[in-house]
């Protein structure tokens, strides 16, 4: 009986041919279908790595061998061999082209809108314009028009900026 998240024997055998085999030095490996199931379960629960079922084994192992077979390309092997798979038995429509439609708006201030009455994005970078001027007690470069409205702020006169140091 296998669990949620677990691979049947079916599966497993599908699979198990294109995990790499240990090399006889060091420690040996923990056994590949546990960590497996414990990556799944971490995969389709989305708990954090620590909270792993500990029927799995230490969730370092997992997270470790995940890395690594991502970076190894051992997940494009397993991916490649299931779409061949998938294709011999006719459940794979190469014609058929899927997009996510799904979006997430952005707050905005993502977009570099400032707050509300405060003070506005800089219209310069030092970097773009060697005219723009600094005050020696801000992060902020500004251009000459909002340093001269800082300055009228700094007189007692109001304008439409807020100082963020004084």
């Not at 669990?3 to 599966?11: F, H, I, K, N, S």
């Not at 405060?118 to 340093?147: C, F, H, N, Q």
Request: glycine share 8%; proline share 6%.
């Amino acid at each position: 009986m296998t669990r949620r998240y677990e691979l049947t024997d079916a599966q497993w055998d599908v699979i198990e041919e294109f995990l790499p085999q240990s090399s006889g030095k060091g420690r040996p490996w923990k056994e590949h279908r546990k960590v497996i199931n414990g990556l799944f379960w971490i995969l389709n629960s989305g708990a954090p790595w620590r909270d792993l079922p500990e029927r799995y084994g230490p969730w370092q192992t997992i997270y470790d061998r995940f890395y690594r077979w991502q970076c190894d390309g051992t997940f494009d092997l397993i991916l490649e061999k299931l779409q061949v798979v998938l294709d011999e038995h006719g459940y794979i429509d190469w014609e058929l082209w899927c997009v996510d439609g799904s979006s997430v708006r952005a707050h905005k201030s993502a977009s570099g809108a400032g707050k509300k009455g405060g003070l506005k994005s800089p219209k310069t970078m030092p970097w773009a314009d060697p005219v723009a001027v600094t005050d020696p007690r801000s992060i902020w470069y500004l251009t000459d028009e909002e340093r001269l409205s800082l300055q009228q702020f700094r007189q007692g006169k109001r304008t439409k900026h807020k100082v963020l140091n004084p």
